[in-house]
């Protein structure tokens, strides 16, 4: 069983930064790709940013050049660095990644519980 868990989230002022933070733990054999989506109310998740196994990363347009993401040195664990943060970048931030738990097993998708980050102007 794997379990995605989160921290790092808060209220802060526009142009100020946050980072979180996200660990995936239990039987992880690899991970093919751990990113970020963002969900405000009424709308669907939205990817922010993913890394990839082989370091490539991701963005959404309106974050590029002030969110960037990061393996830590356990390859389990993804950061994401909010710098210069808008009011825009405001929603529940969800960890996701793509893990096989086995050689030979498929590989699925699994979610963190949610951080919610929230930037006042």
């Known amino acids: 069983q794997v379990q995605l868990v989160e921290s790092g989230g808060g209220l802060v002022q526009a142009g100020e930064a946050l980072r979180l933070s996200c660990t995936a733990r239990g039987t992880i054999f690899s991970i093919n790709h751990i990113g970020w989506y963002r969900q405000t109310p009424g709308n669907q998740r939205e990817l922010v940013a993913v890394i990839r196994s082989g370091g490539w990363t991701d963005y959404a347009d309106s974050v590029k050049g002030r969110l960037t993401i990061s393996r830590g040195n356990a390859r389990n664990t993804v950061y994401l660095q909010m710098n210069n943060l808008k009011p825009e970048d405001t929603g529940v931030y969800y960890c996701?990644?793509?893990?096989?738990?086995?050689?030979?097993?498929?590989?699925?998708?699994?979610w963190g519980q949610g951080t919610q980050v929230t930037v006042s102007s």
């Open positions: 996701n990644a793509n893990i096989k738990e086995g050689w030979g097993t498929r590989s699925d998708d699994y």
